[in-house]
């Protein structure tokens, strides 16, 4: 094996060799089911899972939703027996929980010991945990984990795309997402961070792999709660580090109408925790939305591009929202040690 491995899969704790995806290409590859994607983080040479208690929840809600909708479509199918773990495990949380933290622990530690140079210590980890089963009525389940490199926050000013689209499925985290939303993301602008998805009346819920804030001239914070997939991050930033820094929020879904009260934006997801964004490529099918008294430039595609924040300024908001996060992540985390 070489000395730097750049991800790693398992299935049900054993590794399938030569199979090097990043964590879109996996989930486009697996069969479909409910997943969660989690980070390490490392303090005092602790490795612990961020919100990892959270995203377990999640799995299993995510896991039941779509077993339960899916069978009143279609009973057809024979049960696998071949998959190790019965659907009942997820009714008893407690062993459940330690099921899947055994495994992820293992097979943190095996791709570890895979990248020789020791490199990987320096590096918090990227790990996706995907439940599928064979078919509606399956009694059985599978468990892949997908383990790779976090990338590093963005440094230069954060630049994302605003095009036409909206989630389907708002009540589970189901890998056919990664299928449906290829029609956005794969035409995104170069060094794009995210792709925005603007409703058919200009309304911008979410992003395709986040959630999404503005800060408006009134000064409160606005983000949807409806209509979308709450992640992890927004969930903690609402319920906890708002209200540590006394910043109003609502629940509110930002529309292109508005755009040019928005004083500060950004998107959280579990890679990019707070990312605050400079800049915005609007597609051809949204620009209708925007104000005629907005100030837009056009890059090499004709797309008109939003500057919210010139690039040598910060977004002082999400800066501090960010900062009081990652004070407190490690209090929210799982130790792996």
Known sequence: MSSQTTSMVFKNNILIPSYHADSNSFLLDHPRGAYTTMRTLKD???????QYEHH??????????MKE???????????????????????????????????????????????????VEDHDLKITILLTWLNY????????THITHLPPRPTDPVLVDIRRGSRVEMKAKDSVWVEQRKSVTDNKTKNSNEVLLC????????????????????????????????????????????????????????????????????????????????SFVISPDCIQFVDKSATLDRNENGDHVYKLLPNEKHSPVSEVLNKTLTSHMMDMSECLD
């Open 137 to 144: 009525n399956g009694e059985r389940f599978d468990l892949y």
């Open 199 to 278: 409703e058919d009346d200009g309304n911008v819920r979410e992003g395709s792999s986040s959630n999404f804030f503005v800060l408006k001239d009134d000064g409160v914070l606005y983000t949807a709660n409806e209509g979308i997939l709450q992640g992890t991050v927004q969930i903690l930033l609402l319920e906890n580090v708002v209200d540590q820094l006394s910043q109003k929020v609502t629940f509110g879904i930002p529309n292109l109408c508005d755009l040019t009260k928005w004083k500060e934006a950004f998107v959280t997801s579990t890679s990019r925790l707070i990312l605050p964004i400079h």
């Open 56 to 65: 377990i929840k999640r799995l299993i809600k995510s896991s039941k939703t």
């Open 69 to 119: 909708e899916q069978s009143q479509q279609d009973n057809s199918g024979s049960k696998d027996p071949n998959s190790p773990y019965k659907f009942d495990l997820l009714d008893d949380y407690p062993t459940f929980f330690k099921t899947v933290k055994d495994l992820t622990v293992d097979n943190i530690k095996q791709f570890k010991n895979s990248n020789q140079s020791g490199a």
């Open 44 to 50: 005092n040479n602790k490795t612990a899972l961020f």
